[in-house]
Every structure is written in C-alpha cells, then in structure tokens.
C-alpha cells in the first residue's frame, strides 16, 4: 500500500523559533498535498491544499504567512511554522494524493511549544 | 466540519455489534470515508462509500444513503483493540476535493 512518511515525529521548541515538518510520499507521487492540524480530544482540521508547483491553497481563518508550504516535487511537502508560540502546540498530520484516488496520512507530528 | 455531525461518544461491550451514525450536508457529493484513529495516531482507512448501499469489508461494513445524507459504520464482534475514535469524512460539494472530518465519535469497547 502507499506510504506517507513525515519528520519528525515530535519537536520541542522555543517559543519565537521556526519549525519545519517534511512530508514524503514514499511509493508514489503525490499531485496534492494536505496539511491537518489537530487539537487534543478535537478531530482533524484541514489547514491547507498544497498541489505540487503552485501556492498552497489555505483553509479560512489559517494565516499564510505563520504557516508557510512548499511542494517542490510530487513526493515532498513542507510546512513551516514561523514565530511558533504555545498555542501553535498541535498534532499535524499530512496527507498525499495521487492524481484524484484515496488518500494516505502520514504517522503525524507533535509539536510542543515552550 | 460544522455540517457533519456524529455522536460524542459511545461505549459497547467485547463479542457485540454496535452502529456509528454520520449525517451530513453538502451541495454535492464525492464519496464518504470512514477512518479509525487511535490516540496519538495518525488516520487510519477503513472504508468508502460513494454509491448507495452497504460496503461489507471483514468485521467491519459502512452504508451510505445519498438522498438522506447518512452513513453508518458497523462494527461486529467487537474486540478491546476496536476501542478508538471513528471519523466521518466527506468529500464533494463545497469542499471540492478536500476531505472534511466530522468531530469523530470515540468509541469505549469494555469487558
């Protein structure tokens, strides 16, 4: 089956420092991207679509700037939280795509911010 | 998702069947997923539905109804490793090709 990898697993950091979590797709490419953020006891909330060559696509309310993708090529997705803070702790989930199918999450990662 | 709605919680006891329930609301429609998540984990796929109708996979079958937007997953012969949250998700409609969560249900399996 496909599968989606991300790192890391968990960060700790700083608050004021930036972050970046990578996601791979490891057996097949990906044409679309998503990034999920998801608070304790909360379901996933989708934060943005990334499509491999263009500008990600945000969810209402999630500010670009703050959290920043890049998808340079069909089997890798960034995102980086800039200036992260305390509320910013969260579990992010990735998802991959290929062309219009199922998709396939990766593991997640925790991030805590001191 | 605020037009897919699930219930909070539910608790079953190991050996017996129990029902999710999912209702939604879309302008159109492109399939429904079910996915179990256990805590500090990832989404994990357990069925599709985008035809009316039930999908049987193992001990676990989801049924879909278009025209009354609701779906179920069934759960058979409950095992204590079955206790976990259950997203309902949608796709279609407004939400184009994204996948939309509802808030999950978390199921209780006790002894």
């Known amino acids: 089956g496909a599968v989606v990898s991300q790192h890391p697993s968990w960060v700790i950091c700083k608050s004021g420092t930036s972050v970046k979590i990578e996601c791979r797709s490891l057996?097949?490419?990906?044409?679309?991207m998503f990034w999920y953020r998801q608070f304790p006891k909360q379901s996933l909330m989708l934060m943005a679509t990334s499509n491999e060559g263009s500008k990600a696509t945000y969810e209402q309310g999630v500010e670009k700037d703050k959290f920043l993708i890049n998808h340079a090529s069909l089997t890798l997705s960034t995102l980086t939280v800039t200036s992260a803070h305390p509320e910013d702790s969260s579990f992010y989930i990735c998802?991959?795509?290929?062309?219009?199918?199922?998709?396939?999450f990766g593991p997640g990662t925790r991030l805590t911010v001191l | 998702g605020q037009n897919i709605d699930q219930p909070t919680e539910m608790t079953a006891t190991e050996g017996a069947i129990v029902q999710i329930n999912c209702t939604y609301q879309?302008?159109?429609?492109?399939?429904l997923f079910w996915y179990q998540q256990h805590a500090g984990e990832a989404p994990t796929f357990l069925s599709y539905?985008?035809?009316?109708g039930l999908e049987e996979k193992g001990r676990f079958s989801s049924f879909l109804s278009r025209s009354k937007g609701y779906s179920y997953l069934l759960l058979k012969e409950l095992q204590m490793k079955d206790s976990a949250s259950y997203l309902c998700a949608v796709r279609g409609g407004e939400y184009g090709n994204k996948l939309v969560f509802g808030a999950g249900t978390i199921l209780r399996v006790k002894s």
């Open positions: 539905n985008v035809l009316d």
């Open positions: 057996d097949f490419q990906a044409t679309t």
């Open positions: 998802s991959a795509r290929p062309g219009r199918g199922r998709q396939f």
């Open positions: 879309t302008s159109g429609f492109n399939g």
